[in-house]
């Protein structure tokens, strides 16, 4: 009889223990589900190679590499009232052109964004953005390598934005901002000191003597609209472009800085891509030198910035 109970306990007991392990691990489900709920992550890494050997060949010519890569990551969460945005946008190249020759950068770019907002009404959300855009090696006045003009946080900028975020479509998004500040980082003292990407200059005296250092930061309080398009034009052909614009209320509010990238993709197959990128670039604060045929400088100031980029390589989408 006691064994008979107590089996009958024990056999009870095992049950109730199993219910409540499965209904532990219905609820862990449940959270794991809700906490990967919303989210949408996924990129695209690109690497691309070109090469000429000349051997012997009459018309003249150098032999040259060039390799370059790219990198895009989003998780975008999207859930009720929320939606959270980022992106990882990073590219970098290099090229070589003769048998001697080092390689130099042809391509530097490291753009991080972040956005988030809330259900206002219709498409509009009330959202706060952080973006911070600088490069990731040196860069230098070639061919003099010894003169270098850019590097990691110099420059380097960081934008703090609280605005509207309009999203009527994943494939349209604009973003308005009236209250926004804008950080100019020039993590280089050589640089500093001269005053470049609008930085306060060092102070002399008329022999010369250093009397203070330029300014690593400046900071601007200003405006701020971001628009991104996508659009499909073929099965395999898509283009998207992104223009940022800031106007400093500050100081010279009518000055408008620039940020304007387009890109065309034509995917061949599976893995073979062929891209054409076009980035557009105009900050008043950024004076750029021109030079005469003996490399003497003719006039210095504020100019509209232009890079294009065809690249044909590989690349994997996840």
Known sequence: MRFTIITTFLYFSFF????????????????????????????????????????????????????????????????GNSAFDNSLDAGFGMIRQGDNAQFIKSDDKLDITSKYGQFAFKNWYYAGLLNFKSQMAPGYNMPNDSVKISDFLAPGYLLIALGMDYKPSKNLNLFVAPLTGKIT???????????????????YDNMGTLLKKGEKMRYEYGGYIRLFFKQSLMDNVTFQTKLDLFSNYLNNPQNIDVYWES???????????????????????????????????????????FKEVLAVGISFKF
């Not at 392990?21 to 862990?28: D, F, R, S, T, W």
């Not at 980082?185 to 102070?203: C, I, R, S, T, W």
């Open 185 to 203: 980082f020039v993590n280089n003292q050589q640089l500093a000191n001269v005053g470049a990407f609008g930085v306060k200059p060092a102070e």
């Open 263 to 305: 890109l065309l993709t034509l995917k061949v197959n599976k893995f073979i891509t062929t891209s054409v990128t076009a980035t557009l670039i105009y900050d008043h604060d950024i004076d750029i030198p021109t030079y005469n045929a003996d490399k003497t400088i003719k006039s210095i100031g504020p100019r509209t910035q």
């Open 16 to 79: 109730l223990a199993q219910a409540q392990v499965l209904e532990a691990e219905k609820k862990i489900k449940e959270v794991n589900k809700d906490t990967i709920e919303g989210w949408k992550i996924g990129g695209i890494l690109g690497i691309n190679f070109s090469q000429t050997a000349l051997v012997n060949w009459s018309a003249g010519g150098q032999n040259s590499i060039a390799v370059g890569g790219l990198f895009n990551l989003f998780a975008n969460y999207k859930k």
